[in-house]
């Protein structure tokens, strides 16, 4: 069995149970997943962060003896959260292949300093940094910074997608805000980004399109988090699948390459960016004339002594742009997104002209 090298496969499929609960259950889930062939990697929750004291929070280090027994028979490598140093201690004593730093890890910069110090002299062990819950690029880059601070290589640290907490209503459990990925693949092109679509989704129904959506967007890899007994699961029993239909998952996954070397395909995209870029120059041009029509509403409530937010007219803009667009083939997501950005701005304009 030889050491574990990330990027030697992609796309990289990890699966297994969202946390190791008994012997049983997690040998028999994992069994059933490497004989598929399908899944590269085997991961279970040992330690479990949870909101609420008293709630189920991992089997702790027994767990461990148990994914190594399943290292043994099935060959394949194993993954598991760690959240301090003597996670970390635990794990690499267990012959663990991959640490994966969850979400409520990411956050803390003083946990982040603590595990990345935890690994100085295991520098070959593969991390895997998961987003923050907040959508905070600077985070999520800022733990990437101390791993490698500590000397840990660029090519043993990846990344996983598993969307972020949102105050407003979304049938996602986390949404995916996928510009976000774009930001933090400028920052570290050269890591592996994996998808994790059981977070997303935070439900069974929806697992298979956000996948779809993460391998249409060139993601490396799948994290998946499947069951043996789902419904009875301790924790995220909602998202997580049975091995087959976790196997069947995989299988209806479409990978897309990267590029293609057809000149007619060439052609045809470049004639697409070429219209793509003219369209955005005259969105930009129309936006920059809105703003300066904000400025003169921002110079007649100046003369007038009038606040800058009205609130029943930007609701009565909402909800007209909201009826118009419906037809547009926009999402109301994106409408929202959008019209929140051009409110903004305009809100500036206005600051500034009032303040001068």
């Known amino acids: ?32 997943l490497a004989k598929s062939g399908k899944v590269d990697v085997i991961r279970a929750g040992v330690w479990k962060p949870r909101t609420n004291p008293g709630t189920f929070e991992g089997i702790g280090e027994p767990a461990l003896g148990w994914l190594e027994e399943i290292k043994e028979k099935t060959g394949l490598p194993l993954a598991v959260e760690v959240a301090n140093r003597s996670h970390v201690q635990l794990a690499l004593k267990h012959n663990i292949d991959i640490l994966w730093i969850g979400a409520r890890t990411t956050v803390s910069p003083f946990a982040i300093q603590e595990i990345a110090e935890a690994l100085r002299d295991n520098k070959d062990v593969t991390v895997l940094v998961k987003n923050p819950m907040t959508p905070d690029i600077g985070l999520w880059a800022g733990a990437v910074n101390r791993l490698i601070n500590e000397g840990i290589p660029r090519e043993n640290i990846g990344l996983i997608h598993r969307g972020f907490s949102y105050f407003g209503h979304t049938k996602y459990r986390n949404p995916p805000m996928w510009h976000m990925i774009f930001e933090m693949r400028a920052r570290f092109p050269e890591m592996m980004m994996i998808c994790d679509p059981s ?20 993601f490396d890899g ?45 052609d ?4 697409c960016r070429q219209q793509i870029d003219q369209i955005d120059a005259e969105l930009f041009e129309l936006l920059s004339q809105r703003m300066k029509t904000a400025d003169k509403i921002g110079h007649i409530k100046k003369a007038s002594n009038v606040a800058i937010l009205q609130t029943n007219r930007w609701g009565e803009v909402c909800r007209r742009m909201l009826n118009m ?9 994106f409408v929202n997104s959008v019209l929140e950005a051009i409110h903004v701005e305009s809100i500036n304009h206005q600051n500034e002209v009032m303040n001068k």
Not at 325 to 333: A, F, I, N, Q, Y
């Open 1 to 32: 069995m030889g050491k574990f090298v990330l990027g030697e496969k992609r796309p990289l499929i990890i699966a297994g149970p969202c946390a190791a609960e008994t012997y049983e259950q997690t040998v028999n889930t994992a069994l059933e």
């Open 325 to 333: 667009t419906r037809s547009m083939g926009l999402s109301e997501e």
């Open 199 to 218: 977070h997303i989704c935070g439900c069974r129904p929806l697992l298979q399109g956000i996948a779809q959506q993460a391998a249409d967007l060139c």
């Open 268 to 271: 045809e995209l470049n004639l």
């Open 222 to 266: 799948m994290m998946i988090e499947s069951h043996n007994s789902p419904d009875k699961a301790w924790s995220d029993s909602a998202q997580q699948v049975v091995p087959q239909d976790c196997i069947t998952m995989i299988d209806n996954i479409m990978w897309r390459t990267k590029s293609a070397d057809d000149p007619e395909f060439n």
